[in-house]
């Protein structure tokens, strides 16, 4: 989804295994709801997300002020002013998270998803986000979890690391942040990419597979987690809390 690591024209397609004009989104919707509920609890009012592929995740981000979605790859951005085009409060722009963004005033929130794992220099990366957040906002990431899961679709679209909770939130630190909230999460998903990815030597997710474990996995990780503090997951959520003005 998130391409801000490879630049220009094509960039979506070679971080993402998809092309622009491919509609997915629907086909995963209780995951694109579990990722939301996960992310938004964390989010204020304004919000930019980098790296925003075609855009799904944003369409989930209702009711606020004000939300800038960004990406690297013009078709991607197309794509995204096409389906934002009746929202007057989101702005769609075309930008490069390794050569710096600016705004005209700072956001609430920057949410950055499935990118800073393809980016050498996270912490820098980071460091330049944390100046687009208003003093005691949130940078929100989510990232790919565990060198144990890594195989060759990671290889295939860029991926430079998976994550742990600890390396992440040494990235914030790095980048002057404070970790807020940094936990794994999709602890049944990450069993499932251990046994497709790791053990099967799957190179891209199977979409027969995929609307399964949709439909039936997630909504049990959901359940899951909702009791039992996991110690292991499919992903990382991070959050970095932007230091208040002194």
Same mark, same amino acid.
């Given at each position: ?126 460091? /330049? *986000? +944390? ?5 005691? %906002?949130?940078?929100? @990431?989510? $990232?790919?979890?565990?060198?144990? =899961?890594? #195989? ?14 600890? /390396? *992440? +939130? ?5 980048? %002057?942040?404070?970790? @807020?909230? $940094?936990?794994?999460?999709?602890? =049944?998903? #990450? ?56």
């Amino acid at each position: 989804m998130a391409t801000d690591g490879t630049r220009g024209a094509g960039a979506f397609s070679q971080a993402t295994g998809r092309v622009p004009g491919e509609e997915a989104g629907s086909d995963k919707p209780h995951y694109r709801r579990f990722q939301h509920d996960l992310i938004v609890a964390h989010c204020g009012r304004s919000v930019l997300e980098v790296g925003a592929g075609l855009g799904e995740f944003a369409e989930t981000l209702t009711g606020l002020d004000r939300l800038v979605v960004t990406d690297v790859d013009p078709d991607a951005v197309a794509v995204m002013r096409q389906r934002f085009a009746d929202r007057p409060e989101v702005a769609v722009r075309q930008l490069d998270v390794e050569r710096g963004l600016t705004l005209d005033e700072p956001v609430d929130t920057v949410v950055t998803i499935n990118t800073l794992e393809h980016i050498e220099d996270d912490a820098e990366t980071v460091r /330049s *986000l +944390a100046r687009l957040v208003a003093p005691g %906002g949130n940078i929100v @990431a989510w $990232v790919p979890a565990y060198e144990q =899961l890594y #195989g060759d679709f990671d290889r295939k679209v860029g991926h430079v690391r998976r994550y742990t909770p600890s /390396s *992440l +939130a040494a990235t914030f630190e790095a980048a %002057g942040l404070r970790p @807020a909230h $940094v936990r794994p999460v999709n602890v =049944l998903g #990450g069993l499932a990419w251990w046994a497709a990815v790791r053990r099967g030597g799957a190179g891209a997710p199977d979409p027969r597979l995929v609307a399964v474990y949709d439909r039936v996995v997630v909504p049990a990780t959901r359940a899951l987690e909702r009791v039992v503090r996991i110690p292991f997951g499919q992903s990382i959520l991070g959050v970095g809390q932007v230091p208040e003005q002194t």
